[in-house]
């Protein structure tokens, strides 16, 4: 039961979410959301929705659109957990993991899920022809209890 415990732990503790902005132009970003564990794989579709709203009130604008949306999940090595007595010991090469193990038992790797999450927003204010039919950031915001 405790080296389940371990192993469970080692998912979160290797948890975790970020989202880059990169400027496109006046009314234009890209986010690129990367989340890693248990905890935080569900919430990349709604951290970017967030983030998009947020990076356009920031700017001035009142209303977004997505355009340009990707999402991909996978897993990443987040550990190896060796059972017996002896050494284990793991590298990543690209997407590639080569492990060891030097003694007796066997040793066996963690994976952490993973979820990506890129998409263009594009801004609008209230009285520009984009805003109609458009997410209002604000409502996105409020929605989240973020206001």
Do not use: W
């Amino acid at each position: 039961m405790k080296r389940i415990a371990i192993g469970l732990m080692s998912l979160f503790v290797t948890a975790c979410a970020t989202t880059s902005e990169m400027p496109l132009a006046q009314n234009m970003v890209r986010l690129d959301t990367q989340a890693s564990g248990l905890l935080f794989v569900g919430s990349a579709p709604s951290m970017t929705m967030k983030k998009a709203a947020e990076a356009t009130l920031r700017r001035g604008y009142t209303h977004f659109r997505l355009e340009q949306a990707s999402t991909s999940q996978g897993q990443r090595l987040a550990g190896v957990q060796s059972y017996g007595s002896g050494t284990a010991s793991a590298n990543v090469y690209g997407n590639t993991a080569y492990g060891t193990y030097a003694g007796q038992g066997f040793a066996t790797p963690v994976y952490a899920p993973t979820a990506n999450v890129g998409v263009t927003v594009v801004m609008f204010r209230a009285n520009e022809g984009g805003a109609r039919g458009a997410f209002d950031a604000a409502d996105v915001l409020k929605k989240q209890g973020k206001i």
